[in-house]
C-alpha cells in the first residue's frame, strides 16, 4: 500500500520559514519524481515545486528563490523548505509522487500552511 505522509505545516507569520516533509512508503522512492502541489479554496492544485529521481528541479514562479524543494533517498523523503513566506502562500500542500513515465501518481493527504501578515 502506498502512503505518503506529510508533516511540518502549520502556523507562521508573514517572512518566517516552514520546512515540509513528505516520508513515502510503498513505492521505489528513488525512481519516483516528488513534488509539492498547493490548493487554494476554490482553485485547484497547482504546482510548486517537483525534483526528478535525478535531482533535476523546477519550481512555480511565484516561490524562486524562496522555496526549495530536495529529497534524501535513504530515508524516501522529500522536503520544501520554504522562506521568506508571503500570506499568499496560505494553502493546503500536497505531495505527489509520479512514478517513471507517470504511468502512476500517488498523493499525500495534505498540509495545512498558513501566513498571516
Known amino acids: 500500500q502506498v502512503q505518503l505522509v506529510e508533516s511540518g505545516g502549520g502556523m507562521v507569520q508573514a517572512g518566517g520559514s516552514l520546512r515540509l516533509s513528505c516520508a513515502a512508503s510503498?513505492?521505489?522512492?528513488?525512481?519516483?519524481?516528488m513534488g509539492w502541489y498547493r490548493q487554494f479554496p476554490g482553485k485547484q492544485r497547482e504546482l510548486v515545486a517537483r525534483?526528478?529521481?535525478?535531482?533535476?528541479?523546477d519550481y512555480a514562479d511565484s516561490v524562486k528563490g524562496r522555496f526549495t524543494i530536495s529529497r534524501d533517498n535513504a530515508v524516501d523523503t522529500v522536503y520544501l523548505q520554504m522562506n521568506s513566506l508571503k500570506p499568499e502562500d496560505t494553502a493546503v500542500y500536497y505531495c505527489?509522487?509520479?512514478?517513471?513515465?507517470?504511468?502512476?501518481?500517488?498523493w499525500g493527504q495534505g498540509t495545512q500552511v498558513t501566513v498571516s501578515k
Open positions: 505527489r509522487a509520479d512514478s517513471p513515465k507517470i504511468i502512476r501518481t500517488y
Open positions: 510503498g513505492i521505489i522512492f528513488s525512481i519516483n519524481a
Open positions: 525534483i526528478s529521481a535525478g535531482g533535476s528541479t
